[in-house]
């Protein structure tokens, strides 16, 4: 019996312990603030040498992504921003600095049953999710949590510690080794919605060691050489701000380039640089499911490929007859926006509604992408006993240290799409369980389930 299932077994028998665990953590006041009405009973499980390994992959298919301006387009980014629909104004800004983009971000994955699938990639550091570790670390106060923890030896990694870290390291040359300073930066007007998901943000930052100032761009003033927020001289901003919302403000660029000289010059270390925007573009993934793509590949890269991104393309209008032949099997998605706004799901609509969809979009700036199936995940509601199924998006952290934990993100309707504002959520633990076994048959065949569809 694996622990997900002596978990689930135990809250069935009316463990108080388990059942009441969440509800009995310690959460952190803004934590609490922002997610105390929105947390699922219980945390989910994973073998740890699962997630371990899809990390590894993750961090291998981010390697990819950053080389394909390079293997496609000769390294001419202004080639690889027109093919994923990228106006200038914005291509100007993501292209502003030559760094190397950091290997930060978070995939977003579903569990089909047999492994993760990746069905959307977050790169740069504007993520949410993070302090979801802050419920791993409560949970495991709770004596009867932290009992079962030890019987079962499972544990987990606090992203935020991870990052920690990291902040700390890329502030070295600024610091000496003191604790950075450290500015959690929005666009301007950013904040007016989500001042509670940046207090509990930097709440978490805090009891982590790390000095967090919490601003708006157009609030970073430049004296003596140094930039300051609020008063405070820093030595780290931390980019919450995208491309697209500095260019959509008319003050935006004015108040970028200050930071962006800075960060030039060594007096400051922008993390993650708008750069890292190039990559996180949806349309990104689906050049990288692209046929002309696997010309340039290696056996092992296209292995990897196919191991854990399904069918995805750019949506033009000579795919659109198949498209709407297959509507049950695919999404349509934005590549540029976030939080599950202008997704429309082939399955959730109507023949006339996915026609429209289509229609609309086929002109640019979408990509469609076969469906991912996901492995529902059981939860006892701890009220009633009942127990009723949740479908997970698994949130995976990497960082330049790699795998830098997990967090859930889940739904009760297994047709729905996740949408800011719509989700319950929960952190994740790692148990020593097995990985599932590979399922029967040739490796080939377990790696291409979409190989009919590799061709169009």
């Known amino acids: 019996m694996t622990v997900n299932e002596t978990y689930l077994r135990r809250s069935l028998e009316g463990d108080r312990g388990l059942l009441d665990a969440v509800r009995d953590a310690r959460l952190p006041s803004a934590f609490?603030?922002?997610?105390?009405?929105?947390?699922?009973?219980?945390?989910?499980?994973?073998?740890?040498?699962?997630i371990r390994s899809t990390a590894a992959d993750l961090a291998a298919f981010f390697e990819l992504l950053f080389s394909m301006p390079d293997r496609l387009y000769g390294g001419d980014l202004g080639r690889y921003c027109e093919a994923l629909g990228i106006d200038r104004a914005r291509a100007a800004v993501m292209s502003r600095l030559a760094d190397r983009p950091a290997l930060y971000g978070r995939a977003d994955l579903s569990h089909d049953g047999e492994s993760f699938k990746l069905f959307e990639l977050n790169v740069g550091s504007s993520l949410g999710?993070?302090?979801?570790?802050e419920l791993a670390r409560t949970l495991l106060e709770v004596p009867a949590f932290a009992a079962f923890a030890e019987e079962h030896g499972i544990g987990y990694v606090h992203t935020g510690e991870r990052?920690?870290?990291?902040?700390?390291?890329?502030a070295l040359p600024l610091t000496g080794g003191a604790e950075p300073v450290v500015a959690y930066v929005e666009a301007n007007g950013g904040l007016s919605g989500s001042t509670h998901l940046a207090r509990s943000f930097a709440e978490m930052m805090n009891r982590c060691g790390i000095d967090l100032v919490i601003g708006e761009i157009g609030q970073i003033e430049e004296t003596g050489g140094r930039l300051r927020l609020h008063g405070r001289q820093i030595d780290v901003v931390l980019r919450y701000f995208t491309p697209n919302e500095i260019v959509e403000d008319p003050a935006g660029p004015q108040a970028l380039e200050p930071v962006l000289r800075a960060h030039e010059e060594g007096r400051v270390v922008l993390w993650t640089t708008p750069q890292s925007a190039l990559f996180g573009n949806k349309g990104a993934m689906a050049l990288m499911s692209d046929p002309r793509m696997r010309e340039g590949l290696?056996?092992?890269?296209?292995?990897?490929?196919?191991?854990?991104?399904?069918?995805?393309?750019?949506?033009?209008?000579?795919?659109v007859d198949h498209c709407r032949a297959h509507r049950?099997?695919?999404?349509l998605k934005p590549t540029a926006d976030y939080g599950g706004a202008g997704i429309v799901a082939g399955w959730d609509s109507t023949e006339q509604e996915w026609k429209d969809a289509l229609d609309a979009a086929a002109d640019g700036g979408f990509i469609v992408q076969r469906r991912v199936g996901s492995r529902p995940e059981q939860v006892v509601d701890p009220q009633t006993g009942e127990l009723r199924e949740w479908t997970p998006t698994w949130g995976l952290f990497l960082l330049p240290s790699g795998y830098a934990g997990s967090y859930i993100r889940a739904l009760e309707d297994s047709a729905g799409v996740v949408r800011a504002g719509t989700f319950k959520t929960t952190t994740v633990f790692h148990t020593p369980d097995p990985a599932p076994q590979a399922p029967a048959g040739s490796p080939e065949a377990a790696l291409t389930k979409d190989v009919a569809w590799q061709g169009i």
């Open 129 to 133: 999710g993070t302090d979801r570790a």
């Open 163 to 170: 990052l920690a870290g990291t902040l700390r390291e890329i």
């Open 328 to 331: 049950s099997e695919l999404i």
């Open 32 to 50: 609490d603030n922002a997610f105390g009405k929105v947390l699922l009973p219980r945390p989910f499980f994973v073998p740890e040498a699962e």
């Open 298 to 319: 290696s056996a092992e890269e296209s292995r990897l490929i196919d191991r854990i991104l399904p069918w995805t393309r750019l949506l033009t209008p000579e795919l």
